[in-house]
């Protein structure tokens, strides 16, 4: 397993690629209820707004909602994480982790801690709940704060997360109401309970703890090649620190080193099997990646014979393969679209094994790849 170090000092972005008009809402419940990202107006304030089904980041594409929100110029830009999603005994229950919100610091998003107080019972399963909705009064006045405040994101993050324990009470108090309203079988609330207090005695206890749980979920992604994944290269892990002071752990689809040049090629792989390109979901989750990797300052591996080694050169690249299905004439301009954020950036496009090198008539021409 290849392990990397890297260091960003801050973020510079263009954003280009299939840039969504951001409906306009009034009323944050409807804009929730009717959107996944919007612009909500309150107090003669503009915010773009995203939120997260679940606080896990595997689900639903939360950074594909964020990434649409990232171009926002005229107000604050805030995402919704529940701190605590619980679908019942028959499913899921996910946890809000410290490294979610300091990469969204990170981001220059302001992150707004929220939890679920509705919920209808799922009718294919016994002991399931579905179509969860927040406390929109508790987020308004999160709204209400929000709007008077003048200091950065990361400020604002950290008070969110010193209040994440409170928050997390009340999450599993709507789930004990829920379970009895319901007649469901959530999970075991005194579990729960003993979690939160386990890890949200303070910001410090709940990073730790948040950072060793994504540090083992990491290793497991590093560690195996899902069915889906067409990987060209060897997998790799990379520890990310920034001057906020947090510590970002990815894992890293593909890496290539070229020692020669002491030039390392990054990839994330966007896979799809039915057709000529991955959805743009995918696409733009993997572009919040490129957002990461286009910004590092300096890059070290792990090398046999010493520890930490410098890198010269970093050259970030997205990976589109598919199983050999041809591209459509709607696919040619998703690539335009896309090798203009790529060039904008500095980063690579490949389709397959092969480097989108230039666009000619419109029509991407591909080279052999070489880091």
């Known amino acids: 397993m290849i392990h990397l170090y890297g260091t960003i000092e801050g973020i510079s972005y263009e954003y280009k690629f299939l840039l969504p008009n951001l409906n306009t809402y009034d ?24 939120w997260w089904v679940s606080p896990k980041r595997t689900r639903s594409y939360p950074y594909t909602r964020i990434y649409n929100t990232l171009q926002f110029k005229e107000g604050k830009i805030v995402t919704i994480i529940p701190v605590i999603k619980d679908e019942g005994y028959d499913g899921d229950r996910d946890f809000i982790q ?15 801690v929220g939890y679920y107080e509705k919920a209808q019972k799922n009718p294919n399963f016994q002991n399931k709940i579905t179509s969860q909705e927040f406390d929109y009064r508790y987020l308004e006045e999160k709204f209400d704060e929000l709007s008077k405040y003048r200091s950065d994101s990361l400020h604002w993050n950290i008070n969110e997360i010193s209040n994440i324990k409170q928050l997390a009470e009340k999450a599993v108090q709507s789930y004990e109401k829920i379970s009895d309203e319901l007649k469901i079988k959530m999970h075991n609330h005194k579990s729960a ?3 939160i207090e386990k890890v949200m005695k303070d910001a410090i206890a709940f990073r730790d703890y948040s950072r060793q ?6 290793y497991r992604e590093g560690a195996t090649i899902q069915p889906k994944e067409m990987i060209y290269g060897r997998k790799a892990i990379i520890d990310i620190k920034n001057y906020l002071g947090g510590i970002y752990h ?17 990839v994330e792989a966007k896979h799809s099997i039915s057709s000529p390109l991955p959805k743009e979901e995918d696409i733009k989750d993997g572009l919040l990646k490129m957002i990461l990797y286009t910004n590092l300052k300096d890059l070290y591996y792990d090398s046999e014979k010493q520890n930490k080694v410098k890198i010269n050169q970093i050259k970030p690249i997205l990976r589109l393969t598919n199983v050999g299905t041809k591209l459509t004439n709607e696919d040619y301009k998703l690539l335009k679209s896309l090798i203009e954020e790529a060039n904008a950036n500095h980063f690579e496009i490949l389709i397959n094994e092969k480097k989108v090198n230039a666009l000619v008539n419109d029509i991407p021409e591909l080279i052999d790849f070489k880091c």
Do not use: H, P
């Open 213 to 218: 749980l994504s540090k083992k979920a990491q």
């Open 250 to 266: 990815f894992t890293v689809d593909e890496v290539f080193l070229n020692f020669e040049a002491s030039k390392m090629c990054l």
């Open 193 to 195: 309970l003993k979690r």
């Open 27 to 50: 009323d944050l419940s409807k804009g929730i209820r009717n959107a996944s990202y919007f612009i909500y107006n309150k107090n003669d304030d503009k915010f773009a707004v995203s």
């Open 98 to 112: 410290w490294d979610t919100v300091s990469l969204m610091s990170l981001l220059n998003v302001y992150v707004i």
